[in-house]
């Protein structure tokens, strides 16, 4: 059953070829995070390709809530007028983020050293997940959280009065707990100290650096040692947001595996953090090139060409790769399925705390379309033949990534495969089901 109000049941069944120009919505992670720091600047950011799913739009009620204006000039154009460092105002009403994993985390990083209270909540989803791993580096600072047992949202925060900056070394590679962190420390004096053994997505450190903090990054032997240097004076600024790398993901996947497609991806961020899957697919034997590549609001873009590839072999991923595709290994599992040979996908723990247990829920799934799986704590194996028997009905658990990626399943599988709901593709991608359906995906909302 659907944990959802109004579930949308889904069918995607053998589509014909799939042509044309994909736009995919602006990056997830850059979105959160010019909302973020425009609210945590002096002066007015201009945000231009926004993504507007429901991810993004709490973050923007909540950076309302903490004394922002923030204020919608057309589709994805947007101005935040900040308040600037330590100028958080005290919400009124508890602070809901719906899905969204990034928005809490980086939220509560955001004021954990302004002396302030506010209560976080969000979704079944959101409310299962784990925040001890930001509260515990926040409480460095001097912030102080009470939260539900095993420290589950809702959750109140209590900012530090008089805060202390940080070294903290991350026990788990998250760009959301380094970036929670590093936003703590723009208000604390002197220099806090992030160190991440794993290189995870850089936005965070990009971005602060081009609203005007003084951020450095060294490669040591321990890892990435990033430094911001505290209670600098941000700026507003423009910012234009790339398209979505782990969007794309879905229909350059699916055009890698329906017969005959060929698509054009424009505008997608080539960030090297974020780039894991698109490495992966090219060792597997996929037709992709990257056209007209160029720089576009200090992130690498370029137009991903993307043709039918019959022959894609399974792989083995490294664990070293995992933290630059996190969010790509639902799509990967559905790729995997249909090449030939198995695909080994190391190093991937951390899918078992995302929007849903994302291994288990693959797995699943997969079984239930006769894919043969193996499965531990930290690996995911899929055996791909080549074919897919497909038709089953399959449980999105309020994942948008599952949903997304189980449609692209059916668009090759033998027989049609039905997502229970569709509806959480909203909070990343809600303009997925017209933008597939007008490269030709054969895609219906079914009724149960
Ligand atoms: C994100 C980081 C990743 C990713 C999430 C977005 C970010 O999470 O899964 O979708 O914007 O910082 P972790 O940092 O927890 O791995």
Redesign the pocket.
């Known amino acids: 059953m659907s944990a959802h109000a109004h579930p949308v049941p889904m069918t995607a069944r053998r589509s014909p070829p799939l042509r044309g120009v994909a736009e995919v919505p602006g990056d997830?992670?850059i979105s959160?995070?010019a909302l973020i720091l425009g609210a945590l600047s002096i002066g007015e950011t201009h945000i231009t390709g926004l993504l507007e799913g429901q991810d993004v739009l709490d973050t923007a009620t909540a950076m309302r809530a903490f004394g922002a204006t923030v204020t919608r000039h057309g589709p994805g154009e947007w101005s935040v007028r900040g308040v600037g460092v330590g100028g958080f105002a005290e919400p009124a009403q508890v602070i809901d983020c719906g899905n969204s994993?990034?928005g809490v985390?980086?939220i509560m990083g955001a004021m954990a050293t302004t002396p302030i209270t506010a209560t976080f909540t969000g979704d079944a989803s959101l409310n299962k997940r784990p925040m001890g791993r930001v509260t515990d580096p926040l409480a460095l600072f001097g912030a102080r959280a009470h939260g539900r047992q095993g420290g589950k949202l809702p959750m109140t925060l209590v900012g530090a009065a008089e805060a202390v900056p940080v070294r903290y070394r991350l026990p788990m590679?998250?760009?959301?707990?380094?970036?929670a962190v590093l936003l703590a420390g723009l208000n604390a004096p002197g220099q806090t100290v992030v160190i991440e053994p794993e290189a995870?997505?850089d936005?965070?450190e990009r971005m602060l650096r081009g609203f005007g903090a003084e951020v450095t990054v060294e490669d040591s032997p321990e890892g990435r040692i990033i430094t911001l240097t505290g209670q600098p004076e941000l700026t507003g600024q423009a910012v234009a947001v790339p398209r979505d790398p782990?969007s794309a993901a879905f229909p350059v996947c699916a055009a890698l595996l329906v017969p005959g497609s060929e698509i054009l991806v424009p505008g997608v961020s080539r960030n090297p953090t974020r780039d894991g899957l698109y490495v992966t697919l090219l060792e597997m034997g996929a037709d992709i090139t990257f056209e007209n590549p160029r720089e576009e609001g200090g992130e690498p873009v370029a137009d991903l060409r993307v043709r039918h590839s019959p022959a894609l072999k399974g792989v083995e991923t490294p664990p070293e790769r995992a933290?630059s595709m996190?969010?790509e290994f639902p799509i990967l599992s559905v790729v995997a399925a249909r090449a030939q040979g198995a695909t080994v996908m190391r190093g991937v723990k951390?899918l078992r705390v995302?929007e849903s247990d994302r291994i288990d829920a693959m797995a699943r799934g997969l079984e239930a379309c006769g894919v043969r799986i193996e499965e531990d704590t930290d690996t995911l194996i899929v055996h791909g033949t080549g074919a897919v028997p497909g038709g089953a009905t399959v449980e999105s658990r309020l994942d948008h990534r599952i949903a997304m990626a189980f449609l692209v399943l059916g668009m090759v599988a033998e027989t049609p495969v039905t997502v229970d709901d569709a509806s959480p593709i909203d909070t990343s991608f809600p303009l997925f089901e017209g933008l597939m359906t007008g490269l030709g995906a054969s895609l219906v909302r079914t009724n149960r």
């Open positions: 997830k992670s959160h995070r994993g990034t985390r980086l590679p998250s760009a959301q707990v380094k970036s995870t997505r936005h965070t782990s933290a996190i969010d951390e995302k």
